[in-house]
T-cell receptor, first 113, second 113 residues
Framework: AQSVTQLGSHVSVSEGALVLLRCNYSSSVPPYLFWYVQYPNQGLQLLLKYTTGATLVKGINGFEAEFKKSETSFHLTKPSAHMSDAAEYFCAVVSGGYNKLIFGAGTRLAVHP | KAGVTQTPRYLIKTRGQQVTLSCSPISGHRSVSWYQQTPGQGLQFLFEYFSETQRNKGNFPGRFSGRQFSNSRSEMNVSTLELGDSALYLC????????????FGQGTRLTVV
C-alpha cells in the first residue's frame, strides 16, 4: 500500500531564504507524486506533479521538486521565500491505479520578515 | 474554463440530521473524488466516481454515500450526522481515468452542533 510521510509539521523561514519541505513516499509500483498548497479557508491548488520522465519537476510560483527513487523522496524547494508562500503544503501519491490520492499530514510554512 | 464548484460553502447542521453536498467538476472531467479534511485526521479519501460508477471507497461508515450523474456532477450525502463529521469536505475532478492530477474545489465547511 502507498503512503506518504512529510517530515516537519511546521517550517519557518525568513523572507528570501531557501524553502525545503520534505516528503518521503512508500509505493510498490512506480509512483505518481504531487505537491499541493492550501491557503486558509481554501481548497488545494496543484503546485507540481511527477509522473514519468525528468526527475526534476518545475511547478508554479517558483517551486520545484526532485524525484529520487533511491531515497524514495520528493522534496519541495524554492530558492527564495516570499511572504505570500505562507500556507500549508501537502505531498500526495496516487494509489491503486485510480485517481485516489494518499496525502501526507501536511507542513505549515511560515515566512517571517 | 471554470474550476470545480462546490455548494454550499458553509453549512451548519444539528446532530442526527442529514446533509447533501454538491460538486460540479471541470467541464470534460469524468472522475470526481471526495475528501474529508479535519485537524486531527488530515485529508482522508471518501470515494471516487468515474462515469457514474463508484470505483473506490475509503474507510468511512455507511452513513457516507455519494453518487454521480450523467453530466459528471456529483453529490455526497451524510446521514445521521455526528459531531465528529464536522470537517471541510473537498471535491476534486480529474480528466482521465487514472493516475492524473486532481483539481480541487474550495470545499464545503460543515459544522455539526
Amino acid at each position: 500500500a502507498q503512503s506518504v510521510t512529510q517530515l516537519g509539521s511546521h517550517v519557518s523561514v525568513s523572507e528570501g531564504a531557501l524553502v525545503l519541505l520534505r516528503c518521503n513516499y512508500s509505493s510498490s509500483v512506480p509512483p505518481y507524486l504531487f505537491w499541493y498548497v492550501q491557503y486558509p479557508n481554501q481548497g488545494l491548488q496543484l503546485l507540481l506533479k511527477y509522473t514519468t520522465g525528468a526527475t526534476l519537476v518545475k511547478g508554479i510560483n517558483g517551486f520545484e521538486a526532485e524525484f529520487k527513487k533511491s531515497e524514495t523522496s520528493f522534496h519541495l524547494t524554492k530558492p527564495s521565500a516570499h511572504m505570500s508562500d505562507a500556507a500549508e503544503y501537502f505531498c500526495a501519491v496516487v494509489s491503486g491505479g485510480y485517481n485516489k490520492l494518499i496525502f501526507g499530514a501536511g507542513t505549515r510554512l511560515a515566512v517571517h520578515p | 474554463k471554470a474550476g470545480v464548484t462546490q455548494t454550499p460553502r458553509y453549512l451548519i447542521k444539528t446532530r442526527g440530521q442529514q446533509v447533501t453536498l454538491s460538486c460540479s467538476p471541470i467541464s470534460g472531467h469524468r472522475s470526481v473524488s471526495w475528501y474529508q479534511q479535519t485537524p486531527g485526521q488530515g485529508l482522508q479519501f471518501l470515494f471516487e466516481y468515474f462515469s457514474e460508477t463508484q470505483r473506490n471507497k475509503g474507510n468511512f461508515p455507511g452513513r457516507f454515500s455519494g453518487r454521480q450523474f450523467s453530466n459528471s456532477r456529483s453529490e455526497m450525502n451524510v446521514s445521521t450526522l455526528e459531531l465528529g463529521d464536522s470537517a471541510l469536505y473537498l471535491c476534486a475532478s480529474s480528466q482521465r481515468q487514472q493516475n492524473t492530477e486532481a483539481f480541487f474545489g474550495q470545499g464545503t465547511r460543515l459544522t455539526v452542533v
